[in-house]
């Protein structure tokens, strides 16, 4: 009976542990329909600091013919990004490449983590207006 017992717990353990690994690894899925608009950071991380963002300082409209500009407060650039996987690839007219990776993506909430290739790193969430 004791050894039934522990194979059912063994059993259970690897159910639970399957079913937490799979939500854990789901890609956020981006298409241009979900992602054009303009997108109000409320909320960034630089370096482990947090900080919540007062509208209108960091934001970032998509357009759906292709071109982009990001405000990051008194900073804006602007250019065109191609959407690959769950990640929006923008480059300026610098050229400097930004990189937003939706790691969460519900309606008009997101969770967006920034690079460029500056060597600029930040994670957003971000509102859709």
Not at 10 to 36: Q, W
Not at 45 to 66: A, C, F, H, N, R
Not at 92 to 97: A, E, K, M, Q, S
């Amino acid at each position: 009976m004791k050894k039934l017992f522990g194979v059912m717990l063994l059993f259970a353990a690897m159910i639970v542990s399957f079913s937490s690994c799979s939500k854990d690894d789901e890609e956020v899925f981006v298409t241009a329909e979900k992602v054009v608009g303009t997108w109000n950071v409320i909320w960034a991380e630089q370096d482990g600091e947090s900080v919540d963002v007062p509208e209108g300082y960091i934001y970032m409209t998509l357009k759906s013919d292709g071109s982009y500009k990001t405000v990051m407060f008194s900073d804006y650039y602007i250019g065109k990004y191609k959407i690959e996987g769950n990640t929006v690839i923008g480059t300026t007219l610098d050229p400097i490449t930004e990189y937003y990776k939706f790691t969460s993506l519900d309606g008009d909430i997101a969770n967006i983590d920034y690079s460029n290739s500056i060597g600029e790193q930040y994670k957003f969430r971000a509102v859709k207006r």
